[in-house]
């Protein structure tokens, strides 16, 4: 099968397609043909250094994956040839969605939205489970409570936005103008131009604060917080600030997770969850799309399509 793999360390010219040995389904897997990967900025990371990941003899790249069950191996009840499904196999260990065909826990894997088509199903696992668990499991975030999501145009960001909005929350969300009316129109309250405005002079009394940014935006949220009020930072340990009186501060990893899969997908076909794709690009120009990723300027998701 295709695929495609890092040949070293470095930039997006270090991405090779080449031809390697289909997978076959172990116990409790089961074999995906994909369709459509999603790509993040954590392929990124790994790409330039391997960071995070148990790199195997052949370093595969990417674990966004929507497509159809090939075949199940021993032991698989809840799946059968021919079942469309999306997911996010084996993270933070390498899965290799960059390719024809993937591998992983049945129950890494969920039933692809029926809404949806490949394309948009591969935008959701990794972004939309960063968001879910980070508000509904880490930030236990309540109906009436305020929220502040940094980067809410970005991949995790503007379904934070929608995840916040339908557990009832007051949604405030920092992009830069371009992206406000999109925002909006995904159900976010407020907006402020991180261009132009101090987020911490425009608006206070936060609850949950998202930090998808990290450098200094973690310690300058800790002033918007009210007493009780959680941060909860995405890009890494080195991003959290230290705790400030009544206030909780933590990073989440994300991970695959089948029942978080199965609350989006309900979300996603009740109508209050949009995906939002800015860049769809064939599998043979996944280093292009990491250098449009890397640009920072995403407004949603990357996808590559699979022949």
């Given at each position: 099968?295709?695929?495609?793999?890092?040949?070293?360390?470095?930039?997006?010219?270090?991405?090779?397609?080449?031809?390697?040995?289909?997978?076959?389904?172990?116990?409790?897997?089961?074999?995906?043909?994909?369709?459509?990967?999603?790509?993040?900025?954590?392929?990124?990371?790994?790409?330039?250094?391997?960071?995070?990941?148990?790199?195997?003899?052949?370093?595969?790249?990417?674990?966004?994956?929507?497509?159809?069950?090939?075949?199940?191996?021993?032991?698989?009840?809840?799946?059968?040839?021919?079942?469309?499904?999306?997911?996010?196999?084996?993270?933070?260990?390498?899965?290799?969605?960059?390719?024809?065909?993937?591998?992983?826990?049945?129950?890494?894997?969920?039933?692809?939205?029926?809404?949806?088509?490949?394309?948009?199903?591969?935008?959701?696992?990794?972004?939309?489970?960063?968001?879910?668990?980070?508000?509904?499991?880490?930030?236990?975030?309540?109906?009436?409570?305020?929220?502040?999501?940094?980067?809410?145009?970005?991949?995790?960001?503007?379904?934070?936005?929608?995840?916040?909005?339908?557990?009832?929350?007051?949604?405030?969300?920092?992009?830069?103008?371009?992206?406000?009316?999109?925002?909006?129109?995904?159900?976010?309250?407020?907006?402020?131009?991180?261009?132009?405005?101090?987020?911490?002079?425009?608006?206070?009394?936060?609850?949950?604060?998202?930090?998808?940014?990290?450098?200094?935006?973690?310690?300058?949220?800790?002033?918007?917080?009210?007493?009780?009020?959680?941060?909860?930072?995405?890009?890494?340990?080195?991003?959290?600030?230290?705790?400030?009186?009544?206030?909780?501060?933590?990073?989440?990893?994300?991970?695959?997770?089948?029942?978080?899969?199965?609350?989006?997908?309900?979300?996603?076909?009740?109508?209050?969850?949009?995906?939002?794709?800015?860049?769809?690009?064939?599998?043979?120009?996944?280093?292009?799309?990491?250098?449009i990723g890397e640009q920072g300027r995403t407004t949603g998701k990357i996808v590559l399509t699979v022949a």
């Amino acid at each position: 099968m295709r695929a495609v793999v890092v040949s070293q360390w470095g930039g997006p010219e270090v991405l090779t397609e080449v031809e390697v040995e289909r997978p076959e389904p172990g116990l409790n897997e089961i074999l995906v043909r994909v369709h459509a990967a999603g790509v993040n900025p954590v392929d990124f990371k790994t790409r330039a250094s391997g960071a995070l990941i148990d790199w195997a003899e052949v370093p595969a790249v990417g674990w966004d994956v929507s497509g159809t069950v090939e075949a199940v191996g021993p032991g698989v009840t809840v799946y059968r040839p021919g079942d469309e499904v999306y997911g996010m196999p084996h993270f933070p260990r390498q899965a290799g969605a960059y390719a024809e065909y993937v591998t992983g826990p049945a129950r890494h894997f969920a039933p692809k939205p029926a809404s949806l088509d490949h394309v948009a199903a591969a935008a959701l696992p990794l972004a939309a489970l960063t968001a879910w668990q980070a508000l509904v499991d880490t930030a236990r975030l309540k109906a009436g409570e305020r929220v502040l999501v940094h980067a809410a145009a970005g991949g995790v960001g503007h379904l934070a936005v929608q995840i916040a909005k339908a557990r009832g929350a007051y949604v405030i969300g920092t992009a830069s103008a371009a992206k406000h009316e999109l925002l909006r129109e995904l159900g976010a309250d407020e907006v402020i131009d991180y261009r132009t405005t101090a987020f911490e002079e425009a608006t206070s009394d936060i609850d949950v604060v998202i930090d998808a940014i990290g450098g200094d935006y973690g310690q300058r949220s800790l002033g918007v917080l009210r007493p009780g009020g959680r941060l909860v930072t995405l890009p890494g340990p080195d991003a959290v600030p230290a705790d400030a009186p009544g206030v909780r501060t933590g990073w989440t990893l994300v991970e695959p997770d089948y029942r978080g899969l199965l609350e989006i997908a309900a979300l996603v076909e009740a109508g209050e969850l949009r995906v939002v794709v800015d860049t769809v690009l064939p599998l043979e120009q996944a280093a292009k799309a990491h250098e449009i990723g890397e640009q920072g300027r995403t407004t949603g998701k990357i996808v590559l399509t699979v022949a």
